[in-house]
């Protein structure tokens, strides 16, 4: 007679189905595996931890159609305020999670409007046209080639003549810069004009002092509350169009590390700011026909990095001042 062992009514071996612990439903070789929402799977045809995926998975596209429909609704105008960029970089966020990269063909669209060194100076186009052109653009809302549109009316800053002998190479606006129409608006361009050792009328005096930024428009909050990189559309389409037409500078004032990379290249732009503000002598004389100074943002998150070297007050700053000073005597 055969002895009954703890296992005499379970499956022999060889019958048992093997389940490894990740092949279950829920686990996270599955979890790519989601049933289709249109699948007719109820809820007690599912584990609880698939279940819970595919309620997660739904709700995140919900949220994101209805983005979209909003988008489409919005007005042409719409009025900024900080609570309205803060919701709409939140949207941002969502809505780059499936939206699809930049088509190439819209990029081309970009590319045709460089122009080359011959059309440039054989353009007709006066200087004022270009500058009203430039605040008249709106790319950045109705043709984005990188990333998602504006989510405010664009508003185009910018200070220029061709007169002018000084060129500040800026970021980009900031909300407060946005709300005024005044580039560095805001305590910033309190501690620029310092740096600079200028007043108000000087500094706004576009015969002496152009303000060409990277992105001549607030490009927008990102989800953490800091402001987004410059719009990379603007320096392609209208930076080499504007730097051509002003013939008469002689000192470039370059802040921040978009401006660097585009106005020094690999020559000289390190591999931060800080770098690149170390080289500075190598930079100012570099070409003596146009006097080039790279400076760190002057806002209060360079703080630290001004305490940390105070060399940049001691030594370059002075410089800067009699530069502008033997420009503007
Ligand atoms: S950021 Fe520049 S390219 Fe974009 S809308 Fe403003 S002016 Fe036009």
């Not at 997660?56 to 105008?77: G, H, Q």
């Not at 800091?226 to 559309?233: A, C, V, Y």
């Not at 591999?271 to 930079?283: C, D, L, P, S």
């Amino acid at each position: 007679m055969a002895v009954p062992t703890p296992h005499h009514n379970r499956l022999s071996a060889p019958e048992r189905p093997r389940h490894r612990p990740s092949d279950r439903p829920g686990s996270h070789r599955t979890r790519q595996a989601l049933p289709p929402l249109s699948a007719p799977a109820t809820r007690w045809e599912m584990s609880p931890r698939t279940w819970i995926a595919a309620q997660r998975n739904r709700k995140k596209i919900d949220r994101a159609s209805r983005v979209e429909a909003d988008e489409s609704e919005k007005p042409a105008t719409l009025t900024i305020c900080r609570s309205n960029i803060r919701r709409h970089a939140m949207n941002r966020r969502n809505l780059s999670q499936h939206s699809s990269p930049p088509h190439p063909q819209r990029k081309m669209q970009v590319k045709n409007h460089f122009l080359s060194p011959n059309e440039i100076a054989d353009e007709p186009e006066p200087f004022s046209t270009l500058v009203s052109t430039i605040r008249a653009c709106r790319i950045c809302r109705d043709q984005p080639c990188y990333g998602l549109p504006l989510d405010h009316e664009p508003r185009p800053i910018l200070q220029a003549s061709e007169m002018a002998r000084i060129c500040i190479a800026s970021q980009a606006p900031g909300i407060r810069a946005h709300e005024s129409g005044r580039p560095f608006d805001d305590p910033s361009g309190v501690r620029l004009r310092q740096w600079l050792g200028m007043n108000e009328e000087e500094f706004y005096d576009p015969s002496m002092v152009a303000i060409v930024p990277m992105s001549f428009c607030f490009p927008g909050l990102s989800p953490s509350g800091g402001d987004l990189p410059p719009r990379r559309e603007c320096a392609e389409v209208w930076r080499r169009r504007l730097f051509a037409r002003l013939p008469t500078l002689a000192l470039l004032l370059v802040v921040g590390g978009y401006a660097h990379r585009w106005h020094f290249g690999s020559t000289f732009a390190g591999k931060g700011v800080n770098e690149t503000v170390r080289a500075w002598r190598q930079i100012y004389r570099a070409d003596p026909s146009l006097l080039r100074l790279p400076l760190p943002h002057p806002s209060w998150h360079n703080n630290r990095w001004l305490k940390q070297n105070p060399w940049f007050e001691s030594e370059l700053l002075p410089t800067l001042r009699a530069n502008i000073r033997a420009l503007f005597p």
